[in-house]
């Protein structure tokens, strides 16, 4: 279970908090979706998440591991695609995914393995040899997909996955994460495309200003607010509006 107790986290001396305060719980085998309007503080949440930043109070552990205290057994658990993926654009997409693989341990057949198959799921085998230079930017984030993947991690993080991606590469991405998450594993994600969110997760939380709004299910929300039939993003309008 990924658990967030309390984190908090303040930027220099400005007067609000990027993130107060926040609680979360997540089960294995969960798609949690966080959602929220711009400077809303998923973006830290999520670097607080990955360890690139240290929250000022608060704790965070997943399956037991502590990020404060075993930051190499908790991170070894994670792969993280980043909002904007960046790479040393002189290695080729397979020198990149080897790298990685080094970095995780992972072993020569098993890397081999793992990178002929997510490459060819992804689209993206025909470029591997290629720099990373050459590469478009939907290109990139399906190697940095291909990246967070390839140690077979159980806890998936993603800041804005669909950015970049065409159609059928964002229908690859869903259908990957529905497998991921039902082989037992965790995605947190954060997205503007509410309809993804609507579609794929099967919990949300919805952060405004650095505080948790709303944390559970859409069925959950919906009889809340007695709107039964209202889609995600009439709620989550109606629920973020409501809060000004």
């Known amino acids: ?20 305060t926040l609680d979360l719980s997540i089960a294995p085998g969960q798609i949690f979706g966080f959602l929220g309007p711009n400077g809303a503080g998923k973006s830290t949440t999520i670097k607080m998440l990955t360890g690139l930043l240290k929250p000022d109070s608060g704790s965070i552990s997943f399956m037991g591991y502590s990020l404060h205290s075993d930051p190499l057994s908790y991170k070894r658990l994670i792969g993280y695609v980043p909002d904007e993926p960046l ?4 290695m080729s997409g397979y020198e990149h995914l080897s790298f990685i ?6 072993g020569s057949v098993e890397r081999k393995q793992r990178i002929d198959e997510l490459g060819e799921r992804l689209l993206l085998s025909h470029a591997l040899k290629d720099e990373i230079s050459s590469y478009s ?31 059928k590469a964002a229908f690859i991405l869903k259908t990957l994460l529905g497998e991921f998450a039902e082989s037992g ?13 609507q579609q794929l997760c099967s919990s949300l939380g919805i952060i405004k200003e650095g505080r948790l709004l709303y944390n559970g299910t859409l069925q959950e929300l919906q009889s809340r607010t007695q709107e039964l039939d209202a889609t995600l993003e009439a709620l989550f309008l109606e629920l973020t509006e409501s809060e000004e």
């Open 185 to 197: 594993n965790t995605v947190f994600f954060s997205t503007h495309v509410l309809e993804v969110a």
């Open 137 to 167: 930017h939907g290109m990139k984030q399906k190697l940095s997909i291909i990246s967070a993947l390839l140690p077979s991690p159980k806890l998936l993080i993603l800041d804005e996955p669909m950015v970049g991606l065409d159609p």
């Open 87 to 90: 790479f040393y654009e002189r």
């Open 1 to 20: 279970m990924l658990v967030c107790d309390q984190i908090t986290k303040r930027y220099g001396n400005q007067p609000r908090k990027a993130v107060d």
């Open 101 to 106: 693989a080094d970095l995780y341990g992972v």
